[in-house]
């Protein structure tokens, strides 16, 4: 089993910044690859980036290339989402997700393991 929790949502200003931590536990190795979506009220998942624990490989939603960036300092710590140069529609629930696949993947349903979601609000 695995299990994932984020944490670092808040309320920040129209070009403010935050991080999210996602803490990854159990069998870890179910999970080489881990993925950040978020989702308002009503609407599907949108996928926001990904990471791939073997190589570090990374990949951006158009959207929030050049302002977010998803990394870990090392293979068995948390993975962070830096989101920077935030703007109100960046407003959303953001979810942590793991999958057993070096894919990373940008949909929702190709995900096995979720966390709860954080708020991450963006004032204008």
């Known amino acids: 089993q695995v299990q994932l929790a984020e944490s670092g949502g808040g309320l920040v200003q129209d070009g403010g910044s935050l991080r999210l931590s996602c803490e990854i536990s159990?069998?870890?190795?179910?999970?080489?690859?881990t993925a950040w979506f978020r989702q308002a009220p009503g609407k599907e998942s949108e996928f926001v980036a990904g990471i791939r624990r073997r190589d570090v490989t990374t990949e951006y939603d158009g959207s929030v290339k050049g302002r977010f960036r998803t990394f870990r300092n090392n293979p068995g710590g948390p993975v962070y989402l830096q989101m920077n140069s935030l703007k109100p529609e960046d407003t959303d629930v953001y979810y942590c997700?793991?999958?057993?696949?070096?894919?990373?993947?940008?949909?929702?349903?190709?995900?096995?393991?979720w966390g709860q979601g954080t708020q991450v609000t963006v004032s204008s």
């Open positions: 159990g069998r870890t190795s179910e999970v080489p690859t």
């Open positions: 997700a793991g999958r057993g696949s070096l894919i990373i993947a940008t949909m929702a349903n190709d995900y096995t393991y």
